[in-house]
């Protein structure tokens, strides 16, 4: 966003070396620097913070134990709305242990699923992510759909993995996808 308040898409220059998506977050983050402009990444990443680390070469040039969430904070010097809103600290840990599984995927695999392995697995996790440049975000915890349903937005929190998050797993007629909706308003 410009310092009028428009909105300006701003291509990936030409003759930048594309040498994985840390390069690519990497120049519009650091833009910033040189003008009031913020960057927002927002991602499914398939990966959670507290994921294993593996061995990576996109950091320094050097090979390095690294995660997604790992490597987009420190190759691009992002935050994470979650640390924002202390869901999470910023080596991704649960900030809330009463709460320690915060989740933006509740589901459980059916029958015909094409991952045999993980039908029937529970699967509660933080994979959708949010980084940004900018100083504070607010989260909005649900919507109101016209029929007065109550469509809840990511992160839900849960104290266990068993009882109340089995009972709401999704997709469901209300949220047909497996993935929570993440809605932030970032001040920009």
Sequence with gaps: MDESGSWNEVAYEADKSFDGIVSYVRYFAERHTNDSSRTVFALDANSRPSFPRIRSAFLNGDAAETNVWKTILE?????????????????????????PFVATVNKMRGPSSNQPSKIGEHQLELIDHV????????LVKAVVMKDKVEVPMAPVRYKRKEGEAELKLIPTSTMPSDHLPILVDIVL
């Design 75 to 99: 190759g691009a010097e992002l935050e994470s709305i979650w640390v924002q809103m202390s869901y999470l600290d910023s080596s991704g840990e649960v900030m809330d242990s009463k709460y």
């Design 131 to 138: 980084f940004t440049n900018a100083t504070e975000s607010i």
